[in-house]
Each structure stands twice: as C-alpha cells, then as structure tokens.
C-alpha cells in the first residue's frame, strides 16, 4: 500500500516546493488559456445545451472541491446549495420577473447565506460527523423544495424564462446563453484559483495538514473553515442558478442527496485537491449520463461500480495521476 | 440517442440510402417514446409502451403507405429536469416529430411546454394532470389515455352513488396528489356526498398507518387514496391489516393502474374500485390486440397506457397520411378534426384542448377464488359513455378553449 | 372522551403504539450500523442496501425455493451477514489504513450498484409478501386494533436489540470487543485476532439490518428504493444518538419513532422532518449526541 503516508488525508495532495510556483502558475495559465479556448470552439463539434450542462457541473465540481481537497471538509449535503440557488434564481426570473443576471445573483447570493447558516451548525465537528450533519441539513431543504408552495412539488418551477441580459441580448438563441454561462464558468473557475492560491487558500491547507499547528500559530479555525464552506456555497450556488435559467428549470433533482452524491462522484474521478480534476470528473459523469441514456436504469449501477472502483484503486483520480506523471500539481 | 460531428454525418448518409433504398417512402417521420424504464411507472409505461408504438406502426401498415416511421426510445426517470432535455435534443438535433406517452405529471407538463416552443407533436399517455388540457394546456399535446379528472369522476361519482357519501382522503403531499384530491373531492361533492377530513402524508412514504388509524377514527364511508404507485400499494396493504375494509369503511384508489394489481395480488386489492380507460379482457378487439401485445412484452398484459400509446400514433399516422404531410400544426388540426376510432378504445374524438373522448370504464377488482388465473382481474361495473366521463370543456381554464 | 394536547386521547395512544414500531425499525437499522461505526470506524452507506436485500431475500426465498417466513427471519441474515463478511474482507479491509471518509464513500457506490441490479431486475413497483397466517389478524385494544404482525415486529427488535446491548455490555466477549475499539494494537497484543473480529462485527451488523428488511417485508413493499430513502432518516437518528453508542441507538431509535408517531396526529405535513429538525436542535446543544462520548 503506497497510500499508508497521507493515510489521514482524504486528498491526493501533491507536494509545492516553493521555487516552482511561479512555474506552475504560469503553467496553470496556459491550462486556463486551453480551457477557454476548447469552450470556445466546442459547440462547433456538440450540442451547445449538453456542453452548457458540463459547464455547470464542472463549476459546481470545482466549488465542492474547494471544501473537500482544501478545506478538507466532506460535505454530503452540496445538493442544498447547488437546489436551493437553482430554485431562487428560477422563481426570480420567472414570478418576480428579474432580468437572467440579477436571477442567477439571488440564486448565489441565497445559496450564500444558506451557506452561512448550515456552516455555522456544521462546522462544528469535522470528519464524518459533518458529512452526516451537512447530509441532514440538506435533508431539510429537500423537504422544503417537495412541500412548500412557491417551489411547485414534484413539479418543480418549470417554463423559467431566459430572459434578456442587461435588456439587450436575448437568451432564447441558445449560442447567446452558451457565451453568458460560458463566461460564468470560467469566472467561476478564476474565483477558485485565487481563493486556492490567495494567503486565504495556504492556511486552508495549513489548517488541513495540521490542525493542532495552525492553531497554536494563532489562527481561527472554525472561522477559516466557515469562510471556505461560505465561499464553497456561493460558487455552487451560482452553478445551480445557472442551470436553471438555462434548463428553464429548477426541481427535486436538484435538492436531491443522490445530487450530493453525483458531485462527490465528479470530483472523486477527476482527482480531490486539484484544480482541474472537478472539470474532468463533471464531463466524464454528464457525458456518460448523457451518451448512455438509452441503458437507463443501468446508468446508477455504473457510477456505483466507478464510485467503488476509485475509492479502492483511484484515490488520486484521473488529473492526480497525471499531476504526478507531470511532477506538477494540475 | 444523440450522435454528434462524425457521428451525425455517417447517420445522415445512413438514412440518404435508406431513402434511396425504399423509393416508395414519401414522408419520414420519426416518433420518440419518452417514458420511465428504470423507475416507478416502468411496468404500466417503459418498454410495454415502445412494443406498443411499434405494433402501431406495423399494424397501420406505415411502409405500404409511403409513410417510414422511426421509433426511438429513452428514459427520463421520472424527472422533468432529464425529459426536458431529452425532448429539446430529440428536436433539436435528431430530427424527432412527436414525442409519445410520457407518464409523471410534471415531466409531461415540461414537454409540453418545450414541444410547444419548438412547434412539434406531443401525444400524452402516460400521465394524468387534468392540467395538460386544463390551465396549461398546448395546441401541440393531445392527451389520450385519462386524466385525474376521469379516474376521479369514474370512482368518486360511483361510489357516492352506493351510498359511499362521506370521504376521508389520503393525499400524497406533493402537487400531484393534491390535484387528484382537488378534482376527486369536487365531483364528491357536486353527487351530494360530503368530505370529512384529508391528512397530507409526507410523500414518499413507506407507512401509511398512523394516516390510516386517522381516516378509521373518522368514521367516513370511503378512505380515497389520492396518490399514486408506491404509495396507493403500500396504504392499500396496510388497510388490509388495520381490518379496514372488516369495520365497513371502502378504500378508493384514485390512481391505480393493472400492474398496481399485479403487484399487490388479489389477496390485498380484492373489493378495490377503480377506473380504467382499458381493460385486456373488455371484447374481441381488446383481447385480440391484448393477446398479441402479450407475446411480444414476455406475457404481461397490456395497461391502459400502452394501449393508448398505440391507438394514439396511429390516429397521428392517419393524419400524416391523408395529409401526405408531417407539417405539426396542419397534423394536429387533421387528428382534432377526425373522429377517432380504433379496436381498442372505439369510437371518439379529440376536443380543441387536446382531450381525447372515448369511454371509460369502472371495474371492482376481483376476489381471489374469482380469478382464473394471472391478469383476471377486474369485474366491469358500469361504462361511462365519452360525452360524461371527461371534464367538461368550459370547466378547465384552457386558453384554447374560450 | 379524555383529551390530550387536544388531541383525543384515544388517537394519541393508538398514534404513539405505531409510532414505536416505525422506531422499531430505526432501532435495528441504526443500532447495526452503531455496532459498524464502533468497531471499524466507517459509516456503512450501504445499510439501507441491506436492509432493501433482507427483505428481497425473504420474497425469494419464497417464490424460488418455497421457504416461508420463519425461516426467511433466520436465513435471510445469515445469508446477508455472509455476503457482508465478503464484502468487508475484499473491497472495505483494503481502506481501514485510510481516512473514515474513503469506507462512506464505498458503501455509498455499493449501495448504488446492488439497488440499481435489483431495480433493472424487478422493476420498482414493489413485490407482495404476504403476512404469515401465525401472525395474521388483529386484537382490539380499545383505542386501536394492534394487529398481530405489528406486536410481534416490536417485541422481536426490542428483544433483538436488548441483547445485543447486554451482550455487547455485560459479555466477555462484548468487553474484547469494546477493547478492540478502543485500543486495537493493545488487544492484538494480548493475542486475539482483532481483524477476525472486525470482520465478524460487520456480518453482525448488515445481518441486523436483514432482520430488519424481513420483518418489513410483510407490512411495506418489497421494493429496491425501501432501503434508500430509510437510510437517510436512520442516519439521523444515529447521529442524534451519538455514533457508535450502542444504547444510544437503541433508545433514539424508539425514541424518534414515538416523536415522528406524535407529529403524524398534530402537524402531519412536518412528520418525515422532524427528526432532522430534532437533530439540528440536539447538535446545538451536544454536539456529541444524546449518548455520545465527548471527543
């Protein structure tokens, strides 16, 4: 077993030696250059809603992970924040009549302070305790979306209008959408770099590497770990209104704990801790979701066959295994 | 499902030959039954529902009138977020003309709503909001099979009739069982019964017995289980232990379709009223149809939605063919405008909102030492004629209909 | 007639007597998977599975060999626990060097493949199970009529769960095991097989869970996503519990079951809430639980 070393890590974390940091940020750049680029040119070779739903999930992935490979903190319940954000955002844009960004704002913004509140509760105890605790809390929102009114049951808020953004561009033209949620993604995307690379980020993984270290060094750990879990809400909460307003959309599927699940899955495959292994793990889950529909329900049994097959044989996931070919963290 | 770049190309070329190969072949149309083959209505839709489609198409001898019909399938598992999407894709990037059956209220109201925006067909069999032709109704859907409204006024109306006057609902809480509660409760009341109480069980839930402990105190005559699936078969077994059914007191279950029956054995279901739009064993026609469909679905009987999911494509490839067009508007103005008439649900027609009219039927499910044997089931009650089964048109809000 | 809280006195009795069945089964699911969580330190993701396949194993047992239920109850965890035992030395033995988190994330994906097998198999509308004819039938209490099945479901898990309590307790054996816990290299020393134990340990618990799918599998359907939906509620309740306290699993667990039973007759709408909110409240006040031990 080559994994008895980081055996109380649950990240794949792959050493920085301080004299290549530079290095690799500038690496991380190019990495950043490719991504939008092939976002770019993608919806010349697929459909432009099923790359749209990539996007969102990659976002989402990335955020998650933001929590789980820095802060190392396993939220079960991320389906609460990516749900409830999915349903603001649509019942703004669609019965308060809000114009798609100020939509998909509030859909961040209460994912934000749903974050805020359930962090407080959770972060009070680490390990499996807080994956259990963020599982229950996310229970409720669940129950909330099923039952009250205004969220439309089983039905969920449907016929969610696009919308014009800033009153000039007409959503409805779905290569309009791709370019605004593409737009979204990558800023998305930029935000969890910086936080990850900022002072912020190195304490986060101070804290995770050492507990009792970083506290004895002066450092409030409950309120780094609440800061990370607020962050973590916020940028999945913008995933999930993205995603509504552009499945014109938001229902259970969203508040569901298999959704927590699915997000775990991504960034299990695609490697927990860094950067870019989220965005692998949210393509291979949506395009295998999406190219195997035709199998239906044989679908949960693969990712429950993947799911066990990378926890055995896979920790580092498909990025983390490159990272360590390429001696770089990726 | 959905190919892209190459894969497209080579599919194109495909289909160029073909075309070239059947000279005869004037119209391609291509039909999509988007159900649940995984989940919960799998067994009263899923795969019984493709076989169905393509029996259709066969039996309408398509290719010997220059229509070629392509039928494809996938799963949308019971959730409006996935069939949406399948339903975009199906028209936007695969060529599909109609989308057919479809069960689970909410789903269905989500291809509706995107058939609409992409003007094409959507036949609904499978689900039963009386909102489809009702306050959201579409002039692209048609909904063929039942809706809430007809099981309601079936069951409800027939047991006020004998004597069943006071009612205890049990209503699944989420929007689905409240409509069937809504509707139910209102025909109750307009046949002079009265209703009692309701309790919202937490949906879904796997105990019905504290909810059922509260409809006994109540006293009411008839227990109506407004849910659906799971749940109406978990609340009728539990009825059954609780001596509910001993003390007097009749369960009605709003929504229960033949492979509910199957699964819960005459033991448990026996003395059950329901109403259907189909039964196998009604006359030659059925048990002719039911018998072959039969062969093809490993020996399980047909449901009320697979026989609407054939007798609804094949009103459409009438329309296709008298037309020689599969222009969605001209098609959907033609099957409006034909009476329907097939061997599986008789004579009727299709109204402005989409409803289709035909009769439908009340049964009492039969007591074990009644039954021949597997899929005898049902005692036929009463038929109420087309013209009194559905809502009438001016009762359900339907923009089309003013 | 007597009212309590408004309520007629008659309908709460009856309301609280079902509301401790319901417990019944959260006692037995959570208290196997507090026997787990002791002993391996891992949150079994895939009781629910379990649970789902006890109760599949008794309508199979009948339907492909003819066996009834009384003998269902004894081979359905035998053959369960087995499986379990399987399960644990190939796939979760390989993690115990790993964080806790890894064996949640495994019987996560574990319990995905064995519902999505049996729901590609048998569809999910559920399969009939008859009550046995021993137990058929009901008696008239006054407030209620308990029938049979019931009475016996409670009377079983809570003899079912007492003894493993005092085994675990009051036991020879129960007291290595606690050691184990506590002190696994220290009792390897003494030279008891600890992995042998840990491997016993978890047969012990999904074991229990069979029993618990069995005796469902007469009053709820028999039906792939029985297990799933459970699952998430009986978390809860061991985490209100306190993980891994055996008795406190065992006494939320027909504590919540009463709790839930109340919120059923005064705001039904709340009743598959509750307990998390319960939950929360309990977290706020001791993070450990109920009976958990401070860490």
């Given at each position: 077993m080559t994994e008895t070393a980081r055996a109380d890590q649950p990240t794949t974390t792959v050493a920085v030696p301080a004299h290549a940091r530079r290095n690799d940020v500038a690496f991380h750049r190019w990495i950043f250059g490719g991504i939008a680029l092939a976002v770019a040119f993608a919806p010349a070779l697929a459909y432009p809603v099923f790359l749209m739903k990539v996007m969102c999930f990659g976002l989402f992935a990335s955020a998650f992970n933001l929590l789980l490979g820095f802060g190392g903190l396993l939220s079960f319940g991320h389906a609460a924040y990516f749900g409830a954000a999915a349903y603001v955002s649509a019942l703004a844009a669609k019965a308060w009549g809000l114009p798609p960004e100020l939509a998909i704002l509030a859909g961040a913004s209460a994912a934000a302070l749903l974050g805020a509140l359930f962090g407080a509760v959770a972060i009070r105890r680490q390990g499996i305790y807080f994956a259990m605790i963020t599982l229950a809390l996310a229970q409720m929102i669940y129950f909330v979306a099923l039952q009250a009114k205004v969220t439309g049951g089983e039905d969920g808020i449907q016929g969610v209008p696009r919308g014009t953004l800033f009153g000039l561009i007409d959503l409805g033209n779905d290569y309009a959408l791709y370019a605004v949620v593409a737009l979204i993604f990558l800023a998305g995307l930029a935000a969890v770099h910086r936080i990850v690379h900022s002072p912020f980020g190195h304490v986060l993984r101070a804290i995770r590497e050492n507990e009792p270290r970083a506290l004895s060094l002066g450092y409030r750990v409950p309120r780094y770990r609440h800061a990370v879990f607020v962050m973590s809400a916020t940028l999945t909460g913008l995933a999930g209104a993205t995603k509504a307003i552009v499945f014109q959309l938001a229902s259970l599927t969203d508040v569901h704990w298999t959704m927590s699940g699915e997000v775990v899955l991504m960034t299990l495959i695609g490697g927990m801790g860094t950067m870019f292994g989220p965005l692998v793990g949210a393509l291979v889950v949506v395009a295998m979701e999406y190219y195997l529909a035709s199998i239906g329900g044989w679908i949960s049994v693969i990712e429950g066959a993947v799911f066990v097959v990378c926890v055995l044989g896979f920790r580092e996931g498909i990025v983390g295994v490159l990272a360590r070919k390429l001696k770089r963290p990726l | 499902m959905m190919r892209s770049g190459p894969g497209r190309l080579v599919v194109a070329i495909a289909m160029l030959f073909a075309a070239a190969g059947t000279a005869r072949a004037e119209i391609a149309v291509k039909v999509g039954v988007l159900n649940d083959r995984s989940g919960i209505y799998s067994d009263l839709a899923g795969e019984g529902s493709?076989?169905?489609?393509?029996?259709?198409?066969?039996?309408?001898?398509?290719?010997e009138k220059g229509i070629k019909v392509d039928i494809v399938s996938a799963d949308h598992q019971n959730k409006p977020d996935i069939?949406?999407?399948?339903a975009r894709q199906w028209y936007d990037q695969d060529g599909v003309d109609a989308i057919l059956d479809v069960p689970t209220s909410s789903v269905a109201l989500a291809v509706s709503q995107v058939t609409r925006e992409k003007n094409k067909v959507f036949i609904v069999s499978g689900a039963g909001a009386s909102d489809i032709t009702g306050a959201q109704c579409s002039p692209n859907t048609i909904h063929w099979t039942y809706d809430t409204y007809s099981l309601a006024k079936g069951t409800a109306g027939a047991m006020v009739k004998n004597?069943?006057?006071?009612?205890?609902?049990?209503?699944?809480?989420?929007?689905?069982?409240?409509?069937?509660?809504?509707?139910?409760?209102?025909?109750?009341?307009?046949?002079?019964?009265?209703?009692?109480?309701?309790?919202?069980?937490?949906?879904?839930?796997?105990?019905?017995?504290?909810?059922?402990?509260?409809?006994?105190?109540?006293?009411a005559d008839v227990i109506g289980l407004a849910n659906a699936g799971g749940d109406t078969i978990n609340a009728i077994k539990q009825a059954s232990e609780f001596g509910i059914g001993e003390g007097g007191q009749k369960l009605a279950g709003l929504l229960v379709f033949l492979s509910d029956v199957h699964a819960l054995g005459l033991k448990a279901a026996q003395g059950l009223v329901l109403t259907e739009a189909f039964y196998w064993d009604l006359n030659e026609g059925t048990r002719a149809w039911s018998k072959r469909f039969a062969e093809r679905a490993g020996g399980k009987m047909p449901t009320m939605v697979h026989a609407g999911a054939y007798a609804g494509l094949q009103h459409y490839l009438k329309a296709v063919e008298a037309l020689k067009s599969k222009d969605p508007m001209a098609v959907l103005a033609k099957m409006k405008a034909t009476p329907t008439d097939d061997p599986i649900f008789g004579k009727g027609s299709i109204r402005v909102d989409g409803r289709t009219l035909h009769d439908m039927y009340l049964f009492e499910v039969k007591k074990p030492d009644e039954s021949k044997g597997p899929y005898d089931y049902y005692k036929l009650i009463t038929t109420i004629p087309a013209a009194e089964a559905f809502r009438p048109l001016n009762e359900g809000s339907c923009p089309l209909a003013k | 007639?007597?009212?309590?809280?408004?309520?007629?006195?008659?309908?709460?009795?009856?309301?609280?007597?079902?509301?401790?069945?319901?417990?019944?089964?959260?006692?037995?699911?959570?208290?196997?998977?507090?026997?787990?969580f002791g002993l391996l330190n891992i949150i079994n993701f895939s009781h629910g599975a379990f649970y789902m396949l006890g109760a599949f194993l008794a309508w199979m047992l009948l339907t492909y060999c003819g066996i009834g239920y009384w003998w269902s109850l004894v081979l359905a965890p035998l053959i369960v626990g087995a499986l379990g035992i399987a399960v644990e030395r190939l796939l979760i033995a390989r993690l115990y060097r790993l964080d806790p988190l890894y064996g949640l994330l495994l019987t996560f994906g574990l319990a995905l493949v064995l519902q999505g097998v049996f729901r590609n198999i048998y569809g999910v509308s559920?399969?009939?199970?008859?009550?046995?004819?021993?137990?058929?039938?009901?008696?008239?209490?006054?407030?209620?009529?308990?029938?049979?099945?019931r009475a016996w479901v409670i009377a079983l898990s809570l003899a079912v769960s007492i003894s493993t309590w005092l085994a675990i307790?009051?036991?020879?054996?129960?007291?290595?095991?606690?050691?184990?816990?506590?002190?696994?290299?220290?009792?390897?020393?003494?030279?008891?097989?600890?992995?042998l134990f840990v491997t016993v340990t978890y047969g012990f618990g999904v074991a229990l869970a069979a029993l618990a799918g069995v005796l469902a599998a007469p009053i709820y359907s028999v039906n792939p996503n029985m297990g799933a939906d459970l699952i998430i509620t009986v978390f809860a309740v061991v985490v209100i519990g306190g993980l891994g306290s055996i008795l406190g699993s065992i006494v939320t667990g027909f504590g919540l079951g009463l709790a839930e039973g109340l919120t059923k007759v005064i705001y039904p709408e709340a009743s598959s809430t509750v307990i998390f909110a319960i939950m929360i409240v309990v977290l706020l006040v001791k993070p450990n639980g109920l009976f958990g031990k401070a860490t």
């Open positions: - | 493709v076989i169905a489609a393509h029996m259709a198409v066969e039996d309408f001898k398509a290719a069939g949406s999407t399948i004597g069943g006057k006071s009612w205890f609902f049990l209503t699944a809480d989420y929007a689905f069982g409240h409509a069937l509660e809504r509707d139910a409760a209102a025909i109750v009341k307009a046949a002079g019964g009265s209703v009692v109480d309701s309790v919202n069980v937490p949906f879904p839930a796997t105990d019905f017995s504290s909810f059922l402990l509260q409809a006994q105190g109540s006293k | 007639m007597h009212t309590i809280f408004g309520i007629p006195s008659q309908l709460l009795f009856g309301q609280l007597l079902l509301g401790l069945i319901n417990g019944a089964f959260y006692a037995l699911l959570s208290l196997g998977l507090a026997v787990i559920g399969l009939p199970y008859g009550i046995p004819s021993a137990l058929a039938g009901g008696r008239n209490l006054g407030f209620m009529i308990l029938p049979n099945y307790e009051k036991t020879r054996l129960g007291a290595t095991l606690r050691a184990a816990t506590e002190n696994p290299a220290l009792v390897e020393a003494f030279g008891i097989n600890v992995p």
